[in-house]
């Protein structure tokens, strides 16, 4: 027996003759009614899902589920043939059946044959299932609106969500991003203190190029290649326009009003706006 407070993913058991997979489970305290269980569930033998909420503690029959290997085979119509690997008897399955593994499946792929009182009632998939990529795109530098993502193409036809190359070999991108930030600043303080003793330093020096470079980062956004390097392009023909007209003074005026501009109608800057495109 298996009590509802038990009650978890994956959890099998028997109520009113139906036999019963927990697909999600949720445990709700109450002040004075005690805690209430609420589940979705799924009928193993008609594959119907359905939610239902039970008292806490209340108690049902665990069920005992046979797994056996076996080896896919080929698809005829809608049947799929699998052999058992024990006994090597070819066993053919319903299509409907397959759902949820049949994108995953190739022939020669290794599964698990489900049985419930000597009835075929799924079929389950090892943990890790190796299957080759035939089509992917790649990836670019700061799209964080994917999540670290990008969809593949596997052999089967099925098209999953991968993480990058270097998130796939589990190199922290966040970490090398945050290292090579500051070893670009160390790098740039190392020079100005070996250029500083051949000028004259006041406290204002650089602060044109500073203003100029931080208003190029917040035009462009995050991607260096997608929206810095196009922004400071855009900004040098502004400025320059701008003081070949008017002056100096206009040039930096100009700068002002693009910033102005592209925040009020691009807040995440030129890369942001170009990646929503993409995805």
């Given at each position: 027996?298996?009590?509802?407070?038990?009650?978890?993913?994956?959890?099998?058991?028997?109520?009113d003759?139906?036999?019963?997979?927990?697909?999600?489970?949720?445990?709700?305290k109450?002040?004075?009614?005690?805690?209430?269980?609420?589940?979705k569930?799924?009928?193993?033998?008609?594959?119907?899902?359905?939610?239902?909420?039970?008292?806490?503690?209340?108690?049902?029959?665990?069920?005992?589920?046979?797994?056996?290997?076996?080896?896919?085979l080929?698809?005829?119509?809608?049947?799929?043939?699998?052999?058992?690997?024990?006994?090597?008897?070819?066993?053919?399955?319903?299509?409907?059946?397959?759902?949820?593994?049949?994108?995953?499946l190739?022939?020669?792929?290794?599964?698990?044959?489900?049985?419930?009182?000597d009835?075929?009632?799924?079929?389950?998939?090892?943990?890790?299932?190796?299957?080759?990529?035939?089509q992917t795109?790649?990836?670019?530098?700061?799209?964080?609106?994917?999540?670290?993502?990008?969809?593949?193409?596997?052999?089967?036809?099925?098209?999953?969500?991968?993480?990058?190359?270097?998130?796939a070999?589990?190199?922290?991108?966040?970490?090398?991003?945050?290292?090579?930030?500051?070893?670009?600043?160390?790098?740039?303080?190392?020079?100005?203190?070996?250029?500083?003793?051949?000028?004259?330093?006041?406290?204002?020096?650089?602060?044109?190029?500073?203003?100029?470079?931080?208003?190029?980062?917040?035009?462009?956004?995050?991607?260096?290649?997608?929206?810095?390097?196009?922004?400071?392009?855009?900004?040098?023909?502004v400025?320059?326009?701008?003081t070949?007209?008017?002056?100096?003074?206009?040039?930096?005026?100009g700068l002002?009003?693009?910033?102005?501009?592209?925040?009020?109608?691009?807040?995440?800057?030129?890369?942001?706006?170009?990646?929503?495109?993409?995805?």
């Open positions: 027996m298996i009590s509802t407070s038990d009650f978890r993913n994956g959890t099998m058991f028997e109520m003759g139906q036999l019963l997979s927990v697909v999600n489970v949720e445990h709700i109450l002040a004075r009614a005690g805690a209430v269980i609420k589940a569930l799924r009928n193993l033998l008609t594959g119907s899902i359905f939610e239902q909420s039970f008292r806490s503690g209340e108690k049902y029959r665990t069920v005992r589920i046979d797994k056996s290997e076996a080896s896919y080929y698809a005829d119509g809608n049947h799929h043939y699998f052999m058992d690997t024990q006994t090597y008897d070819q066993v053919p399955i319903d299509e409907d059946m397959l759902e949820s593994v049949l994108p995953l190739k022939e020669g792929s290794t599964a698990f044959l489900l049985r419930y009182q009835r075929l009632i799924g079929v389950e998939l090892p943990i890790i299932v190796e299957l080759n990529v035939v795109d790649p990836g670019f530098k700061g799209d964080t609106v994917s999540g670290g993502t990008k969809p593949a193409k596997l052999e089967t036809g099925a098209t999953i969500q991968v993480p990058h190359m270097a998130a070999l589990g190199v922290d991108t966040r970490l090398v991003y945050s290292l090579t930030f500051a070893c670009g600043a160390g790098l740039a303080g190392l020079a100005g203190g070996l250029y500083a003793p051949t000028m004259t330093l006041v406290p204002t020096m650089g602060a044109t190029f500073i203003m100029e470079a931080f208003v190029t980062v917040v035009i462009g956004g995050a991607d260096v290649f997608l929206g810095t390097a196009p922004a400071g392009g855009v900004l040098a023909v400025k320059s326009a701008m070949s007209w008017q002056g100096q003074l206009f040039g930096q005026i002002l009003v693009a910033v102005i501009i592209v925040v009020r109608v691009l807040p995440k800057g030129i890369s942001g706006f170009l990646l929503r495109e993409r995805t």
